[in-house]
């Protein structure tokens, strides 16, 4: 459940300059989305960790990559892996609306099975 929550976050934060053009609550998501981009490497940081962690699915694919966007600025940092992984993560910044978009949609997805899935144990 926490890598739902943390790949909505990179969603949100990679999407974060087109969200006011959402009628009705592109506005309060936009504002959310700006206070959000203040802790953009530490969700980064979260969203390659637990991509890692589930390598093996899309969700955890997607994840690596929209950490690797968010991120960059901190992976500089790393000795000998750090400057090739930052500049993948700067070339990943060009798709960053198409990748949060994505994200956003196969965890929503994700979340919407798991909740019927729930529906249908307990019935």
């Given at each position: 459940?926490?890598?739902?929550?943390?790949?909505?976050?990179?969603?949100?934060?990679?999407?974060?300059?087109?969200?006011?053009?959402?009628?009705?609550?592109?506005?309060?998501?936009?504002?959310?989305?700006?206070?959000?981009?203040?802790?953009?490497?530490?969700?980064?940081?979260f969203?390659?960790?637990?991509?890692?962690?589930?390598?093996?699915?899309?969700?955890?694919?997607?994840?690596?990559?929209?950490?690797?966007?968010?991120?960059?600025?901190?992976?500089?940092?790393?000795?000998?892996?750090?400057?090739?992984?930052?500049?993948?993560g700067?070339?990943?910044?060009?798709?960053?609306?198409?990748?949060?978009?994505?994200?956003?949609?196969?965890?929503?997805?994700?979340?919407i099975?798991?909740?019927?899935?729930?529906?249908?144990?307990?019935?």
């Amino acid at each position: 459940m926490l890598n739902i929550v943390v790949a909505i976050l990179a969603g949100l934060v990679l999407l974060s300059g087109a969200l006011r053009n959402i009628p009705g609550i592109g506005l309060s998501l936009e504002r959310f989305a700006g206070w959000l981009n203040t802790y953009a490497v530490v969700i980064g940081a979260f969203a390659i960790l637990l991509g890692i962690l589930e390598l093996l699915s899309l969700e955890g694919f997607l994840m690596i990559l929209a950490g690797l966007v968010l991120a960059a600025s901190a992976l500089r940092s790393i000795p000998s892996v750090g400057p090739p992984l930052a500049r993948l993560g700067d070339a990943l910044a060009k798709f960053r609306l198409i990748l949060g978009v994505i994200i956003l949609l196969v965890t929503v997805l994700n979340f919407i099975a798991i909740i019927f899935g729930l529906f249908v144990r307990f019935r």
